[in-house]
């Protein structure tokens, strides 16, 4: 790219981590230090404000970069993504929102606990919430590395990993010192911006076909080298039967992932009541449903005017045809149109991938303070809360230092891919024990905690054994090969292993079923009776 690219491009970068260094430092002046204070912002959101962070939560660097970069590489299998990530909402919507909110105070732990032994549960979902946290952090980490490898020509590697160290830095530093009150207002402002850009970004596609989607598709195949074969299903998920199975599996990890995702769970807490809530959610389908339509447009689109060769040409996963698209769009290369709209939409990537990484990091320390820090450790309950804080301050360090050190590793995979890794976690670990602790009468602590370990430990193992670490030339060690599990994405053999871990722990548990307990939380959740 070209200096004019890089300097404004830079510009508007440090400008948007001005505004949010403002904006934590002006939540910093604003908080008490209780622990309702860091996790939750006081609870002071409104359904129309939360809804918005929720979404700019959700939309992160897979959303923008990564599906509109494998619509653009593999058309028809491409859109799973964008059709699987909204379909999740329909889950939250109707079966964790409002009970999520009513039964717990700032973590998925607190659900769980509800009814069973405190300390086990909560160190086996602290200790969940944690491994998916960490996995979706890599994912933008990723994004950052792929976007300052495009600005800067692809040639400085190490232009690329400090990048990742700095995201990481910045993370760090927006949690630590402003907790979910400077969080939450990044994450609308990066909302807004956000949306902005895909619709202009959207707008200019379509003109540039006269309005006419038909043709757009028809430009894509014809340029895709595939004809009609790319506006049909089984480009990438096709013909062997592994594959397919990879299509399944891939599908259930993306629409029961969401319900299981810590940073969506937390951001529940942040509103006063359960209807709240529930409003929050049908805000956040309304602007994410048109956000993921219009990813659509954007990798027909870079298939039709850039060609699937030169996505691939730029980065091989495919995660800069959104910048590339937008070059394009507005002149070409050398251009002063093309310069500006360029450097805009890096910016709003690049303001992407901070307010995501900020909620992952957040979410993910008050797991390790609320749930496994408060589980080793029984102090007054006033010194907790502040020794809570404190701690989910250094955790959000260590937790960023991981991610880092992940990204560096993962740097040539695919955002959206990464992500979907997380999903299948999230489901297989953290959706049954969430359902069973909601609606299963009989459930027990034994099945809690197996419920958790028993879809975990699977899916973390099958990713291990799978063709995303060794055996392939995409693998994060291709020079190795140790594959035993066929499949990239676990969530077909670990979800179900999830929740049968759950039901074989309940059966065989010699602690009876507390039915007071369940009574109690089936009052609070459905009612709001008691609820904090």
Same mark, same amino acid.
């Given at each position: ?18 505004? *949010? ?24 959101? =409104? ?36 059709? #699987? ?39 086996? &979902? ?13 994912? @933008?980490?990723?994004?950052? #590395? =792929? ?7 692809? *040639? ?6 400090? *990048? ?50 038909? @043709?757009?598709?028809?430009?894509? &195949? ?9 506006? &049909? ?32 769970? =937390?951001?529940?807490? *942040? ?63 050398? =251009? ?29 320390? +008050? ?27 250094? &955790? ?86 140790? /594959? ?33 307990? /369940? +009574? ?13």
């Amino acid at each position: 790219m070209t200096n004019d690219h890089q300097m404004l491009a830079l510009l508007l970068f440090s400008a948007f981590v001005a505004v *949010t260094l403002g904006i934590t430092t002006w939540a910093s002046r604003n908080r008490h230090g209780s622990a309702e204070e860091f996790y939750a912002g006081g609870r002071l959101f =409104s359904p129309l404000e939360n809804g918005f962070a929720i979404a700019g939560d959700y939309m992160s660097a897979a959303s923008f970069l990564g599906i509109s970069g494998l619509i653009a590489l593999f058309g028809y299998d491409g859109m799973l993504y964008s059709v #699987g990530f909204l379909v999740a909402w329909l889950v939250v919507l109707f079966l964790v929102a409002e009970l999520v909110r009513n039964c717990g105070r700032f973590t998925l732990a607190d659900v769980v606990a509800a009814r069973m032994a405190e300390r086990p549960v909560r160190i086996a &979902a602290g200790t969940s919430s944690v491994t998916v946290s960490v996995l979706y952090l890599v994912a @933008q980490m990723v994004g950052a #590395g =792929s976007l300052v490898a495009l600005l800067l020509g692809g *040639t400085s590697e190490a232009a690329r990993s400090w *990048t990742v160290i700095g995201v990481g830095a910045l993370m760090v530093i927006y949690v630590s010192l402003g907790g979910m009150r400077a969080t939450t207002w990044i994450q609308i402002v990066k909302a807004v911006l956000l949306i902005a850009g895909t619709i202009a970004l959207t707008v200019l596609v379509l003109l540039r076909f006269h309005g006419d989607f038909n @043709q757009l598709l028809a430009t894509a &195949a014809e340029r895709s080298g595939h004809g009609r074969d790319f506006l &049909a299903p089984g480009l990438r998920y096709g013909g062997e039967w592994a594959a397919r199975l990879d299509f399944i599996s891939l599908g259930l990890a993306l629409v029961l992932g969401t319900a299981g995702l810590p940073h969506i769970l =937390s951001r529940f807490y *942040t509103v006063p009541t359960a209807r709240a809530a529930r409003r929050s959610v049908v805000w956040a389908i309304g602007l994410i449903g048109g956000f993921y339509l219009m990813t659509i447009v954007l990798g027909f689109g870079a298939a039709a005017i850039i060609g699937p060769d030169a996505v691939r040409a730029s980065n091989a996963a495919g995660n800069t045809a959104v910048p590339l698209l937008a070059l394009d769009l507005g002149g070409g290369a050398g =251009s002063t149109g093309g310069t500006v709209l360029f450097a805009i939409v890096a910016a709003i990537a690049f303001a992407t991938i901070l307010a995501v990484v900020a909620g992952i990091t957040l979410a993910s320390s +008050a797991s390790v303070a609320h749930d496994l820090y408060a589980s080793l450790r029984r102090r007054r309950a006033r010194a907790k809360q502040y020794s809570e804080v404190t701690v989910a301050r250094m &955790a959000a360090a260590g937790i960023g230092a991981a991610a880092i050190g992940l990204g560096l590793l993962a740097r040539d995979l695919n955002v959206a891919f990464l992500v979907g890794l997380a999903f299948a976690v999230a489901a297989s670990a953290n959706l049954p024990v969430l359902l069973f602790s909601l609606f299963w009468r009989n459930f027990t602590t034994r099945g809690a905690v197996w419920s958790v370990y028993g879809g975990l430990v699977p899916a973390m193992l099958l990713v291990v054994l799978s063709p995303v670490v060794s055996g392939s030339p995409e693998a994060l060690f291709p020079g190795v090969d140790f /594959h035993v599990f066929p499949l990239q994405n676990p969530g077909l053999v670990s979800i179900p292993l999830g929740f049968l871990a759950g039901w074989i722990g309940t059966v065989t548990s010699p602690e009876p079923p507390d039915a007071a307990k /369940h +009574a109690e939380t089936e009052v609070r959740a459905l009612t709001g009776a008691g609820a904090v």
